[in-house]
Nanobody, 121 residues
Framework: QIQLVESGGGLVHDGGSLRLSCAAS????????MSWYRQAPGNQRELVAA???????NYADNVKGRFTISRDNAKNTVYLQMNTLKPEDTAVYYC???????????????WGQGTQVTVSS
């Protein structure tokens, strides 16, 4: 079984910063792409940023230059540094990972439990 634990959400003012973390644990052989998604009330869940095993990254246009995704493979952890936050960044943020378990030759995808980010104006 694979578990994800997210942390780092909270309430900040417009222009503030937050750093999200998502740590995976369990019978992990290898984690491939690690991503952050977000979902605001009434909206669909959208991709915020993703990072491959090799370190290649991609970002949604509306966070480019403000958010940075990174990973620590030794800790099976992905981070999202969010700077210059805006009220429209308010959402529940979810990590999403593509994992090969120790007992499997295939991969499965897992979602974190979500962490609330609220940016006040």
């Amino acid at each position: 079984q694979i578990q994800l634990v997210e942390s780092g959400g909270g309430l900040v003012h417009d222009g503030g910063s937050l750093r999200l973390s998502c740590a995976a644990s369990g019978s992990i052989f290898r984690i491939y792409t690690m991503s952050w998604y977000r979902q605001a009330p009434g909206n669909q869940r959208e991709l915020v940023a993703a990072i491959t095993l090799g370190g290649s990254t991609n970002y949604a246009d509306n966070v480019k230059g403000r958010f940075t995704i990174s990973r620590d493979n030794a800790k099976n952890t992905v981070y999202l540094q969010m700077n210059t936050l805006k009220p429209e960044d308010t959402a529940v943020y979810y990590c999403y990972i593509n994992v090969q378990a120790q007992w499997s030759e295939s991969t499965r995808q897992y979602w974190g439990q979500g962490t609330q980010v609220t940016v006040s104006s």
